[in-house]
């Protein structure tokens, strides 16, 4: 299995609402990562895991929570989205967060916030 | 403050010639690039690498090479496809960083016409 799957493909959500957005790697990849990417602008790192422990937040605001249960899963909660937060969510993964390594993309989710 | 730029929002080549695609980068702490193709609705893909101690690095079609003093590298492919028609995002990592930060391009749209 070389693919890092995300679910759900799309998302609209509410201001007031909770969503979490999933990803999902079988490749024994030992670090995980959380991007952003607006229409027309390159993704824009969130949020490394390594070895299941948060290793770099991008300053990024508290409405959007991490959470890695377990070295294959990676889940990003949403709660009080702003409409600007609309964007595509891409996960990836790779061997470790050290070394020369590439990272393997997800197809991401399609957030919509109104 | 764009560290990595692709100068070129797109690119149009004919089949079978070949495709070259530019990037430039500032950080002179960046010291590993990649190239990423991503076609609409999907995350990017890995493509091809280099470490900062080589100047040439050669996948198949894909030869990506790096002038370290020039803070530049071109990705080029040949003979050009049409499933090739993607954009195309360079990548660097900043090695002071850790976690396998990557700070992305803008991307440029490669079409290739028959």
């Known amino acids: 299995d070389t693919e890092v799957t995300q679910t759900p493909k799309h998302l609209v959500m509410g201001m007031t609402n909770k969503k979490s957005l999933k990803c999902e790697q079988h490749?024994?990849?030992?670090?995980m990562y959380w991007y952003k990417q607006k229409a027309k602008k390159p993704p824009e790192l969130m949020f490394v895991?390594?070895?299941?422990?948060?290793?770099i937040n991008e300053s990024v605001p508290s409405r959007f929570s991490p959470e890695c249960p377990n070295s294959s899963l990676l889940n990003l909660h949403l709660h009080a989205l702003q409409p600007e937060d609309s964007a595509l969510y891409l996960c990836?993964?790779?061997?470790?967060?050290?070394?020369?390594?590439?990272?393997?993309f997800g197809p991401g989710t399609r957030l919509t916030v109104l | 403050d764009q560290q990595v730029k692709q100068n070129s929002p797109s690119l149009s080549v004919q089949e079978g010639r070949i495709s070259i695609l530019n990037c430039d980068y500032t950080?002179?702490?960046?010291?590993?690039f990649l190239w990423y193709k991503k076609y609409p609705a999907e995350g990017p893909t890995f493509l091809i690498s280099?470490?900062?101690?080589?100047d040439k690095n050669e996948d198949g079609r894909f030869t990506v090479f790096l002038n370290k003093s020039a803070k530049h590298l071109s990705l080029h492919i040949v003979p050009s496809q049409p499933g090739d028609s993607a954009v195309y995002f360079c990548?660097?990592?900043?090695?002071?960083?850790?976690?396998?930060?990557?700070?992305f391009g803008t991307g440029t749209q490669l079409k290739v016409e028959l």
């Open positions: 990836a993964s790779s061997q470790e967060a050290s070394g020369n390594n590439e990272q393997f």
């Open positions: 490749m024994g990849h030992r670090a």
């Open positions: 895991y390594s070895y299941e422990k948060l290793s």
């Open positions: 950080n002179s702490m960046f010291d590993y």
């Open positions: 280099i470490s900062s101690i080589k």
């Open positions: 990548a660097a990592r900043d090695f002071t960083g850790g976690g396998n930060k990557l700070t």
